[in-house]
């Protein structure tokens, strides 16, 4: 089953003191207290925006999602790298990237470059497959693009029959990653 509503962050996270958010946390009077005086001695409500909360935060996760754009992922799998890619952009706004790779690598969308979502998925379904697999290219430009993240966790999701075509070190390259998702499709694969 899905779940609804905002994605809720898992994992350790620690108290910090941020700026005033409804249900972020807890007033910290210390850090409002010049606000909250001034409020007072002028009879009016606090100015929200020098209010501060203590609340917990937590590292959030990146993605990194890696379409195969070669001639052996054309057609349908191209159609659902697009539809991932619109799955990565709505569950993480901010912290996510895509590639696309057949010979060479293009960065549809960078990790710490924000893009609106509708052109990332338009970007994607103007892919047409063709050419070689260099899938050790490709897992060096996820790990880059990851590197640029702050997030707590870093997830490579590849979307590959993962038949490399051009040679290298697939297994050293995959490596390099933190976590790495391997969907490929039903049939074909090796």
Do not use: N
């Not at 890696?66 to 990565?88: C, E, H, I, K, Y």
């Not at 901010?94 to 960078?110: E, H, I």
């Not at 993240?149 to 038949?163: E, F, K």
């Amino acid at each position: 089953m899905s779940r609804r509503g905002r994605a809720r962050q898992r994992g350790v996270g620690r108290i910090l003191t941020q700026p005033f958010q409804p249900e972020a946390g807890d007033l910290d009077l210390d850090a409002s207290l010049e606000a909250l005086a001034e409020a007072r001695a002028y009879g009016g409500a606090p100015d929200a925006e020098r209010l501060r909360v203590r609340g917990w935060r937590k590292r959030g996760t990146a993605l990194c999602l890696v379409v195969d754009r070669s001639g052996s992922m054309g057609g349908r799998p191209l159609a659902t790298s697009a539809l991932a890619a619109a799955a990565v952009a709505h569950r993480a706004p901010a912290d996510y990237s895509v590639l696309a790779f057949g010979l060479d690598v293009v960065v549809a969308k960078a990790q710490d470059h924000p893009k609106p979502a509708a052109q990332v998925v338009t970007d994607v379904l103007a892919l047409r497959g063709f050419g070689t697999t260099d899938l050790v290219g490709a897992l060096k430009v996820a790990t880059t693009q990851l590197q640029r993240s702050q997030a707590g966790r870093r997830v490579a999701v590849l979307l590959s029959d993962c038949r490399a075509t051009v040679p290298g070190d697939v297994v050293g390259a995959a490596r390099g990653l933190d976590e790495l998702c391997i969907v490929a499709p039903a049939t074909g694969t090796t």
